[in-house]
């Protein structure tokens, strides 16, 4: 692999090595070359190899691998075997910790060898799927660099969204996948014209103005984010729809009155457990008893993890990815809701990264001229470990609908989701 | 609505009151007008009117109704007031209880005012609920009067399938929605020709025959019942598929080697929560990690709900009915499985008892003449509650797909689910 180039990432000898101990590229001692050893073993059967700052090859490396981690110091080499959470999405950002071929292939064979090799590698993954978790970086990355509308346009689909999209087939666009997921939601919901929807932690505005304008609904749409609101609100106006969608600054647990569908999509990652009773009464008290239904669209797990003191440390402290059970116990039970339909898109979401990591790689320049090199290569790694993450099975997306328990599901068989055609 | 006719119940004229405190219908005092209009206040605005045994109308009853209750003698009247989750079905499955009207429409009219009006009516609904859970029943009517499978070959459809049907279109028999819920299972599991599957608790064998038949699978079918097996073995001699399917009188815990599919269909009430763990270990040693994948069908809750003293005493005390979250954190997780589609049936069930209400009714005088007026009376008011409590939302249907977490769910968009039609 030696010749591969290194698709989005510098060659780590031309490295900006910035911090103190790794400034001088030290001689390859026995102890580095048996650190060495005991990563590389970590890494078991993933085709990855490792490489020291002098161009030698960990004993035990594949004969052919998939690509080639390179190592610059021995800082780094050390936080390898000891805390691969702590220091590989730290070293890799800070560029210290390079990648010959391309990274996602090297997370994805890093991902395969995690499925036999648990431990290690589970730990590092697992450090990266949770460190990389959508929402809390997104509000680490905003908070940290104070990202606009802009970053976000270079890179996004058409309509702004920033969850998972739903491929209805397999050669759809991004822009298209996107569409069919907001449809995909408003089917499921059942939607019908003059209907009233409540939409918490509505982004850019997408799936409201959506809803109004290919459903004949009304919405109020709740967020918190003033630049994302007036991107919304603007955008409400030149289309017409700013009789229909209303956009309010304000926590989703201020909703008030009532409607006949609730919608939340990549909103409850955000709120973390201790907000689900009062989700919960925001439920119960506006979902129309008679009539009324939901939807809630969310990251989620197979088993509840706490966050790594890594992540603690760095990343926004509500943040928290549930498993369907805990939404289902903490949420929609106490909310007098019954599950109606369940559907795990996780592969969906893996595949909405793949585009995202291309589109952020095609726009590098302008990302990085802005940015600078270490917001870039962190962005890269978080979208491609969180690609990994979905399609290891590591990470979840539920979208969950529900219903008060008395009420009628909105379908009583699914086929009527899929009748006329494929969502749009 | 005096004049109405009793469907399926005696009128209480003629009811055997053998009981001794009801052997003379006494006066009417001054204290049952109270608690008859105390029971009728419970009652709440379901359109339900209490009558005493000499005919008198509890105050406070609706003018219009969908119904009577009609009370034999005061000591089915102080246990109405008093325990109506203990004294509800044994008076009716007595004759102590009448109903005038038909027995669905009066359960159902109780059924609507719980959502309105909890406590009482819910203690009673629930109580029903609980009483005639489904499996619970069956095996507590199987130990008591030792039914055969010519009993349900009466009233059950021609597959002889004793769970949830699947209506795929609202005109479908109960022969073609039985039919269409064995396909649905077929397709949610993407069997595939030379695929092995293992099934636990295989009833009467219909599914188990129906998989090897229509989708050239080969199937291990665990059944605890001898009987029930002795019929799937005949049925599969006859039909050429003994070869394919092979009919395994043991539990289904001792279920060795893999399979690529793993499903079983109203067995997990049975087990009781002290097996979930069981289960999760069959799950991990049996599904092929490469490419394996399961479905659960179960009755199922929104809150988890101890079963009460009465059905602890009278009933198996083995089973239980789990809400989701205990089915994803008890069985699926442990299992190292990844929940991928759950779809809630409850309508379908209560359709399906509708159906097996009127086809039980209609095989009245052969199963009287068999096992007595006192035992048809508990199997009506078993069915009718069943589907009370389907239908109001007090019981849940869950069919629930799952796959080792690292492999690709079998399906990646549903529309395949129901791309060739209907299931069959």
């Given at each position: 692999m030696s010749a591969a180039p290194t698709t989005g990432v510098s060659d780590p000898a031309n490295?900006?090595?910035?911090h103190s101990h790794a400034r001088a590229a030290a001689r390859v001692t026995r102890v580095d070359r048996w650190l060495a050893a005991e990563v590389q073993r970590r890494i078991a059967d993933g085709p990855v190899r490792l490489e020291l700052w002098d161009g030698e090859v960990a004993a035990g490396a594949p004969p052919r691998a998939a690509g080639d981690l390179v190592v610059a110091d021995r800082g780094v080499l050390i936080g390898l075997a000891v805390h691969p959470d702590l220091y590989f999405g730290e070293a890799y950002a800070a560029g210290r910790l390079g990648v010959r071929g391309t990274l996602t292939d090297v997370v994805d064979a890093l991902s395969q060898s995690a499925a036999a090799q648990p431990s290690w590698i589970e730990r590092l993954l697992g450090a990266l799927a949770r460190a990389n978790d959508i929402s809390a970086a997104r509000r680490n990355v905003h908070h940290h660099y104070d990202l606009g509308n802009e970053f976000y346009a270079l890179w996004l689909d058409r309509e702004m969204v920033y969850t998972c999209a739903y491929f209805a087939h397999q050669d759809m666009s991004l822009d298209r996948a996107q569409r069919a997921k907001l449809d995909l939601v408003c089917r499921k919901l059942q939607l019908r014209p003059g209907e009233t929807v409540v939409e918490a932690g509505c982004g850019w505005g997408a799936l409201a103005l959506f809803m109004a304008r290919e459903y004949g609904v009304r919405v109020r749409a709740f967020n918190l984010s003033r630049e994302q609101l007036q991107w919304a609100r603007a955008r409400a106006r030149r289309e017409g729809l700013d009789s229909r969608v209303e956009f309010i600054e304000d926590d989703y647990r201020n909703v008030t009155g009532s409607c006949d569908a609730f919608v939340s999509i990549g909103m409850l990652e955000h709120v973390?457990?201790?907000s689900y009773q009062a989700l919960a009464q925001v439920l119960r008290r506006t979902v129309q008893r008679g009539s009324g239904r939901g939807l809630l669209h969310f990251i989620g797990r197979d088993v509840p993890r706490p966050l790594n003191p890594w992540v603690r440390r760095r990343i926004f402290p509500g943040a928290y990815t549930p498993t369907l059970a805990e939404v289902a116990d903490s949420v929609t039970a106490p909310a007098g809701m019954s599950i109606v339909d369940v559907e795990n898109l996780r592969l969906h979401y893996a595949r909405t990264l793949a585009h995202w990591s291309r589109r952020v790689l095609a726009a590098g320049d302008r990302i990085r001229s802005a940015h600078g090199d270490e917001f870039f290569r962190a962005w890269e790694l978080y979208l491609a470990g969180s690609e990994a993450a979905f399609r290891t099975g590591w990470m979840q997306l539920f979208q969950v609908v529900f219903a008060p328990r008395e009420v009628a599901p909105?379908?009583?068989?699914?086929d009527v989701l899929y009748r006329h055609g494929s969502p749009r």
């Open positions: 490295l900006p090595l910035h973390g457990r201790r909105p379908f009583m068989t699914r």
